[in-house]
């Protein structure tokens, strides 16, 4: 046995020693702070601690692109509001205490992003939503990390197998779900609840069985390593790593079906750009394409360049795409008349293809109905 | 298709409404600021913009438990600081301003807690460390959602499987892995990098092939559901899930060895309780067991009630048990004496162990290093 002798007056010493950290921790001192709290009329009530501070507030996706809503102190340097009621769902925020924005500090839910993250609050509703855990067989989530050839460094990519992949030997169509600008390679599965929804799909036999596979959607390693990240900078790397590097370790890792008839990629915002582009540059690779709230460009000329594979013959195009799917939030201001011109210019060429408008910004709500609509029509004949 | 048509005043309108957004979102009127930096010199400057604020300061475990270092601020509203030089390794920290505890706003890179999170950074060396990425082959790790009969709610455990499982037919011995209060089922991968160790010491032949599975160590559904949460209560709660739940979970899921030369159990602080506990009070179940930094009764009579069935008959223990392991920081003022109690109970009743000590407090950098100690011993006969 290895051991050493501790001298008996470190005790002591450390009484001495942890006293200021004490007297700092106000945190600790006082009883554990509850926010948010989900009122029963579907109210939400934030708080934070913040004795010192001027002025906070809180904004989220909860009130969309609204002005932040002034928090009020009590007596007791803790700071409130309640607001909504807001409809079932899950919403993220942030408060900013003067002028800093923060996640809530007492918050375990975070959605985090490649430069900030958000704290996470679901509002339940009366019965459980498909994002919600229910009582059926749930799949797996597989972090594969892999060195990218392309951006060079160590990167991951998260990957769905349905229920009872690992006790079956079938093989399973493949779809490739891309994040937008403000999310990680894990947005789809703590923030998109992917894995639930499809956990929930697949048990009421609304969607196939379906591996889906989760890429970091930025040009750089990834960011848990805590390295100083360069920009993100060409962005053509992506598609790079996704057809040179993910798409060979999913076939070599997992039992999927390797033919364009059993390929799918979607995503949403600068992932719904990706999914467009790289889906439509490769009909011999994928013939499920769809975009959500994509971040395309707003002029026909540029769309027309962008998109021009598919626009150069729709009639090739139209026999080759099993289903070609936008969609886009009409409260979403910055990417819903793009994505309008695109289904009119679509429409022009007669390329065959789904627009559907929804009611929403940009933000997850919108999201993660649009995998909802669009799981079940994937894969089938 | 479907498509909605958008009166043209939107546009304009739309104009107006994000004014005020743009006008208060500072964050992004300004270049985006740098935090935190690591130097040349391995020292770190920490950053953070808050012009209103009075005063702002940086805490982590760089400094230990030492008092959190004041920032300064200049002219533009950043504060600033610049701590160290610091040995190669990760570390955690918190920015408080004026009272309120906060992440680092423009990190990524973060540890998450079921209260409360902290931003990470790595100091790099000279040459890669066991826990960074290396170009060799890496295991999978995998997160499993699983309905916990004990908990009553959705949980996730993650499993790691090292290089070429999903080729092979091998079966592997398993090592179940807890963390502390302050973390969940991630924290050995996203802050303790255990994958990425493995892998390093599994591709040096420094250890066997294993798989690692790493349960949710609070008695609660998963914190990233957003729901809010019972306060954890009974704490057998988390055996019972453990040996009910997820142990057939992993051996009807993957290729493991069941028999109990072939399964090792370890953690850190309360899971460190909660290793050496499970694993000594269940001979039949486990022949490796150990703990780090383990948050374990400090009186002697309190220790022989714990590990009643360890010491009640130190040679068919000794004959039972293939290691017994603790380890503990020197300056782990708070667990450094119990455990050296327990190491000293251990010797004066028979019961063959190791008891290692280190430099470091109650910490990841001395957790990461005891991984790396303890791994290479398992399963080798």
Redesign the interface.
């Known amino acids: 046995?290895?051991?050493?002798t501790?001298p008996r007056t470190?005790?002591f010493a450390?009484v001495l020693?942890?006293l200021?950290?004490l007297l700092?921790g106000?945190?600790r001192r006082r009883a554990?702070l509850?926010s948010p709290?989900?009122n029963a009329d579907r109210t939400i009530t934030f708080r934070?601690?913040?004795?010192?501070?001027?002025s906070v507030s809180v904004g989220g996706d909860m009130i969309q692109?609204q002005?932040?809503r002034p928090m009020t102190k009590d007596s007791a340097?803790i700071w409130s509001t309640t607001l909504g009621p807001f409809a079932p769902d899950?919403y993220d925020y942030t408060f900013?205490?003067?002028?800093?924005?923060?996640?809530d500090?007492?918050n375990?839910?975070?959605t985090?992003?490649?430069?900030?993250?958000s704290s996470?609050?679901?509002v339940?509703g009366g019965a459980p939503e498909l994002w919600d855990?229910q009582?059926v067989p749930?799949?797996?989530?597989?972090?594969?990390?892999?060195?990218s050839n392309v951006v060079g460094?160590?990167r991951a990519v998260y990957v769905y197998t349905p229920p009872g992949y690992?006790?079956g030997q079938e093989r399973y169509p493949v779809l490739y779900l891309m994040h937008g600008a403000g999310f990680?390679q894990e947005g789809w599965?703590?923030t998109g609840r992917a894995?639930?929804i499809l956990?929930n799909l697949i048990a009421q036999g609304q969607a196939k069985p379906m591996v889906i596979v989760m890429p970091f959607g930025h040009p750089q390693v990834a960011?848990?390593?805590?390295?100083?990240?360069p920009p993100a900078s060409d962005r053509s790397l992506v598609a790079q790593d996704i057809l040179g590097d993910i798409m060979p370790l999913v076939e070599?890792?997992?039992r999927v079906l390797t033919d364009a008839d059993h390929r799918a990629i979607a995503g949403f915002s600068m992932g719904g750009n990706q999914s467009l582009t790289i889906g439509l540059d490769h009909p011999e690779l994928f013939h499920w394409v769809a975009g959500f709230s994509a971040a395309i460009p707003r002029q026909q000329e540029a769309l027309e360049r962008t998109f021009a594979t598919a626009l150069a013959d729709p009639d090739r195009t139209n026999a080759t795409l099993k289903l070609l799917w936008t969609a886009c939030g009409?409260d979403d201001?910055g990417w819903?008349?793009p994505n309008?011109t695109f289904?009119k210019l679509l429409?022009e060429k007669g390329v065959r293809?789904?627009?559907?408008?929804t009611p929403g910004a940009h933000q997850w709500q919108v999201w993660r109905r649009n995998l909802i609509a669009l799981a079940p029509l994937l894969f089938v004949d």
Chains 1, 2 share one sequence.
């Open positions: 046995m290895t051991q050493m501790l470190v005790t450390a020693v942890f200021p950290g700092a106000q945190q554990p509850r709290e989900v934070v601690y913040a004795p010192l501070a001027k692109d002005p932040r340097g899950i900013q205490i003067d002028d800093v924005t923060v996640l500090p007492v375990p839910s975070v985090l992003g490649p430069r900030t993250s996470l609050i679901e339940p855990p009582p749930h799949g797996t989530v597989h972090v594969n990390w892999y060195e460094g160590l690992e006790e990680t599965t703590t894995n639930l956990d960011t848990t390593l805590g390295f100083n990240q070599k890792t997992y009409t201001r819903f008349p309008q289904a429409d293809h789904t627009f559907v408008t």
